[in-house]
């Protein structure tokens, strides 16, 4: 069984759904699947679901610790420990807008500086930053916090919400968040990056913070993704992992359980690229047409398509035999428009 989680895939698009690529094979199985609804509406949440994690939909998803492994296999990850990755907030009349990904991404010399600046500077405060990739950084602290915040994908490229964090600990992490938006603000880094007329990196996004949580039932045996998460999920179930470009839907993985994160279809509708979004779906429907012939083939018992939109597609070789169903995927982002 393969379970594939592929956020973005019902878009949300800007362009009329018949101007897409025709994706046959993507087509055929969401039509004939069998559909299952599910609470999970974010890539994270269905990861660690399909790994026996358990998460409250009150609370955030303890991605933090679990990714950091995933980026530095020797990192101690036992304690709390939060996503803190770099931003640039503007201010428009009166609110804050956000923005990251590869327009404000710092480099290595520039991430190394201001994690050592932030670290000299709250050191006493208990907060210890780290950044394995130059933009994606950690914050561990000596304490857990009870604070809830969303995902940096749901708030790029617009306002800060008001409300976020939320808490018993919200009121000082947002005071802590404010004296490291002045320290950055001050820094040689952005005074250079200024010149340069880059954007600032004048703060830190927080999100998904959390122990390394306990797991129920088997895990899968092995997990394909490119992500820190999927990385992170392998070494800690002690499960085979593959990056996207080095797996074949041919390859035989290890066991009968596979976990899979296409996450090239969400990036690039964070980006904000309808090209990137359709060259990312004809890449998946050529996967698709294998796994579907493997099904046909007897190779392969079932696919379960995740997009994270509430509903989950079970495909099996009986499902395949309803060749009247229409229903695909130019169907599935009229309704979701």
């Not at 999100?207 to 070494?235: F, H, Y």
Request: include cysteine.
């Amino acid at each position: 069984m393969l379970t594939l989680i592929c956020p973005g895939l019902l878009g949300p698009i800007p362009a009329a759904p018949e101007t897409l690529p025709k994706v046959p094979a993507i087509d055929r199985l969401l039509a004939r699947a069998e559909r299952i609804p599910t609470g999970g509406h974010d890539a994270a949440t269905a990861l660690l679901r399909h790994v026996g994690v358990s998460t409250d939909p009150e609370r955030d998803a303890p991605t933090a610790a679990i990714s950091l492994l995933g980026e530095s296999p020797d990192a101690r990850c036992d304690g709390y420990w939060i996503h803190a990755d770099p931003v640039h907030l503007r201010p428009d009349r009166d609110r804050l807008l956000l923005f990251a990904g590869a327009g404000v991404a710092p480099d290595r010399a520039e991430a190394d500086a201001l994690v050592a600046l932030f670290n000299g500077h709250f050191a006493e405060d208990g907060l210890r930053l780290t950044a394995p990739h130059p933009n994606r950084w950690y914050l561990g602290t000596d304490r857990a916090l009870d604070l809830r915040s969303e995902p940096l994908e749901r708030v790029i490229g617009g306002p800060v919400p008001r409300d976020v964090p939320s808490g018993a600990d919200a009121r000082r992490w947002r005071g802590l968040m404010n004296e490291a938006q002045m320290l950055f603000y001050g820094s040689e880094v952005n005074r250079l990056r200024e010149q340069a007329r880059r954007p600032a990196i004048n703060g830190i996004w927080t999100w998904g913070g959390g122990v390394l949580p306990e797991r129920s039932g088997a895990p899968p045996d092995a997990v394909v993704g490119d992500d820190p998460l999927t990385a992170g999920l392998a070494r800690w179930c002690g499960v085979a992992h593959r990056a996207l470009e080095g797996w074949s839907p041919q390859e035989p993985l290890p066991g009968r359980r596979h976990l899979m994160l296409w996450d090239r279809l969400g990036a690039a509708l964070l980006e904000r690229d309808l090209a990137a979004w359709s060259t990312a779906l004809l890449a998946l429907d050529a996967r698709v047409a294998v796994l579907e012939a493997r099904i046909k083939g007897g190779t392969l018992d079932e696919i379960l398509i995740d997009p994270c939109e509430g509903m989950v597609y079970r495909v099996t070789r009986s499902a395949l035999r309803r060749f009247w169903r229409r229903d695909g995927l130019t169907q599935s982002l009229v309704r979701g428009s």
